[in-house]
């Protein structure tokens, strides 16, 4: 997945969370928490989404990195690439 397409997929999941916020008007480097007033409840929902959109488990200790747009662009691409790797790695018998 290119970036955009991950940027697409997370202001999917960030507009089912909050409908009513307009995505493309926050800043990509803003605390996606404060600045679309979620709580800790929808951070989570946004986390478990992404893991059963994408196959990718995220460690509780990464979530800080998930914290903005650009961030959690960033870790995804990081993430999918890593998993991509690891599985072309692994033998087939």
Do not use: C, W
Not at 13 to 36: F, T, W
Not at 64 to 84: C, E, F, H, N, R
């Amino acid at each position: 997945m290119t970036d955009g397409e991950i940027r697409n997929l997370l202001q999917e999941e960030l507009n089912n969370i909050a409908p009513d916020i307009d995505i493309a008007a926050i800043d990509p480097k803003a605390d996606l928490r404060e600045a679309m007033d979620i709580d800790s409840m929808d951070f989570l929902n946004l986390v478990t989404a992404i893991h059963h959109r994408l196959g990718i488990e995220i460690p509780e200790l990464d979530y800080p990195k998930l914290i903005t747009l650009d961030g959690a662009t960033a870790y995804l691409v990081s993430a999918l690439a890593k998993q991509k790797l690891a599985s072309s790695a692994t033998p087939t018998t």
